[in-house]
Structure formats: C-alpha cells, structure tokens
C-alpha cells in the first residue's frame, strides 16, 4: 500500500509539473520556456487559428483512439474463443461497410473545412504597411525594408555580449545583435530567400514559418497584436552552424517604430546630429 501511495504521489507531482509548464509555455509569449511542452502564446490572427485547429484536431482523434481501443476491448472479451467458440461465417454487411466508410469521410470534411480557410488566410497577403525582405545566409540573417531603404544584418550574441545590448541569461542562442523592428497592428509583409543554401525563417508566436530558398522569394505576413520582443530560429538543415542563427523580432508603438526608422535612415545617411536629421 504505501509503494502504491508513492507511486501515486510521484504520478501526481509529475501530472503538477507538467501542467504547470503547459501553463508557463502558454502565459510566456515570444521565447521557449524550460520543460515547456506546449505553443508559445499567440499574438498574431494567423497563430491563433492555428492554435485553434491544433486543440480541434485533438478533440477528434482522441475520440477517434477511445472509439477503436474501445471497440478493439470489446472484440477481444465478446468474441473471444472462450465466449464465442463457433465463429460467424458471413463475410459482408453493407450497411456496416456504408458507416465505416461514410463516417471517415464526414471527419475529413469537418477537417477540411477550417484547414483550408486557414491555408487561404495564410496565402492571402492583405495590403502590406511594413514590407520586410530576409535573406538566410550561413549562418546570419540580412534584412531590408525596400520601402525605407533600410539594410542590416543579424548575427548572433556570445554569452558575455548579452548584457550589453539588453538581453537575459537564458536568451542565449535567441538574441541578435540587430533586431527586426515593426509596428503593433500593421500588416507586414515577409519576403524571404537564400543566399547560399535553404534556410527558413521561423517565428514561433507569429504562426510563421517560411522557406528562405536561393534563387526564390517566398512571402508570408503577420500582424502582431502586443508589443515586446519575439525570438525565433532557422528551421531547415543548413550546415555546420545552423542552430546559431536566431530572428530577433521587436514589436513596438507606431511612434517608436517612426523613430527607429527616422534613426536608422539618418545613420545610413551618414547624419552625425540625429535631431537635425529628423
């Protein structure tokens, strides 16, 4: 009895810990969070209807696994040889063969219905305020805001270069020496390519995640609905040192961002008395 407690015990501080973890992953938006299991919060429509489809998913198959390990327990009691010695000999039933073949294709089209809105929303640019154009490079990212005439590259920080552009400890691996800077509730549109080989822009909380292929541009959009800062990595295979070229996303106020761009243009310009160049 009391190995049967601790083991109910143990079972219960894991089931707590787990939950508190999904709980942790779900309030901290932007960055992974240590034993997180779960998305990262959603700010933007597009990773909020992903969220959804995922937990509708969800719901139908593990309706889907209960229904078979239910049916599979009651075959194996029903028409075992012990209770069912002399077995059937029909092979067909229609009407059973029209229900298993009926049903499957009703739960495809339920699937299918918001699966493919979701991929129309995903396709469908609206009008851009904030285009940005990324560039995978092994193994740095270069960005370019044509409209402002705005370039930088992105490279990763060393543990000790941290604290000197603002980060925290554990934003090791995740924080850049530059960051891609956009407005709260603008529809930005990403432009996206290789410089050598496939690399492929990804953003967690954005429901971003796009091939960056040489030769070829790919888009996608977002709009982020909360200012703060946003943390992403390369998704794609592409060398030796593909682990060490995080994005960086900074979501602020417009006011901010018409400053940072004021800023940025007056440095590329060569301004030395910033004040002057606004």
């Known amino acids: 009895m009391k190995t049967m407690a601790k083991i109910a015990a143990t079972l219960a501080a894991g089931i707590g810990t787990l939950a508190a973890s999904v709980a942790m992953a779900e309030d901290v938006a932007g960055k992974p969070v240590p034993g997180g299991v779960n998305f990262q919060r959603p700010v933007t429509p597009i990773m909020h209807d992903l969220v959804w489809l995922d937990n509708f998913l969800l719901i139908i198959i593990t309706a889907i696994s209960l229904f078979v390990l239910g049916l599979l327990a009651y075959v194996v009691v029903r028409f075992n040889k012990k209770r069912n010695p002399v077995p ?13 073949t009926a049903v499957p294709v009703l739960i495809l089209v339920v699937i299918a ?22 560039t995978g490079h092994q193994w740095f990212w270069s960005y370019e805001y044509p409209d402002e005439g705005i370039e930088f590259d992105s490279y990763m920080l060393t543990p000790e270069e941290l604290g000197d552009f603002g ?7 995740l924080a850049t020496d530059t960051r891609v800077v956009v407005p ?5 549109h990403l432009l996206t390519t290789g410089g050598d080989v496939i690399h492929n ?11 960056s292929i040489p030769g070829r541009i790919n888009e996608a959009w977002f709009r982020a609905e909360e200012t703060g800062l946003y943390f992403g990595q390369c998704s794609e295979l592409c060398g030796i040192n593909h682990s060490y070229m995080p994005i960086a996303v900074e979501v602020v106020t417009r006011e901010e961002y018409d400053a940072w761009v004021a ?9 030395t008395d910033f004040a002057a160049a606004e």
Do not use: C
Request: glycine share 2%; no cysteine.
């Open 201 to 211: 822009w990804a953003m967690p909380s954005f429901g971003i995640k796009a091939d």
């Open 88 to 100: 059937a000999t029909f092979t067909h039933n229609a009407k059973l063969e029209f229900v298993w």
């Open 263 to 271: 800023e940025q243009v007056a440095k590329r310009d060569g301004a």
């Open 113 to 134: 219905i918001p699966s493919l809105r979701l991929l129309f929303d995903q396709l469908d640019v609206p009008e851009p305020e904030v285009t940005i154009k990324a």
């Open 184 to 188: 709260v509730d603008a529809n930005v």
């Open 167 to 173: 980060y925290q400890s554990d934003e090791y691996l």
